[in-house]
């Protein structure tokens, strides 16, 4: 069964950082780009970063372009997303997500608040 674990989330004050990570299993997470998505409280699903299969070819929305970095190590089967400079409205649930063999799978997704 495919399974995505995030975890790495937490409570931090403004232009505080941190890293998200996504442990994958059940199928093979070489072969799939790889998507970051969140979801703030009562607001619909917002994508926020996705990275080819390879790692080679990364996009950004424009809400978090240039402070958040997604990245991926294929050896172990584990998407990272790192957020530097967080701000209030970065809060939400964050999800990674894949789309294998027709069907999205996500995680249950980790919290992220930011609050002073």
């Known amino acids: 069964d495919v399974q995505l674990v995030e975890s790495g989330g937490g409570l931090v004050q403004p232009v505080e950082s941190l890293r998200l990570s996504c442990a994958a299993s059940?199928?093979?997470?070489?072969?799939?780009?790889m998507t970051w998505v969140r979801q703030a409280p009562g607001k619909c699903l917002e994508w926020v970063s996705s990275i080819t299969r390879h790692g080679d070819n990364v996009t950004y929305a424009d809400s978090v372009k240039g402070r958040f970095t997604i990245s991926r190590d294929n050896t172990k089967a584990v998407l990272y997303l790192a957020m530097t400079a967080l701000k209030p409205e970065d809060s939400a649930v964050y999800y990674c997500n894949v789309l294998y063999n027709g069907d999205y799978y996500w995680g249950q997704g980790t919290q992220v608040t930011v609050s002073s």
């Open positions: 059940g199928f093979p997470f070489t072969w799939y780009d």
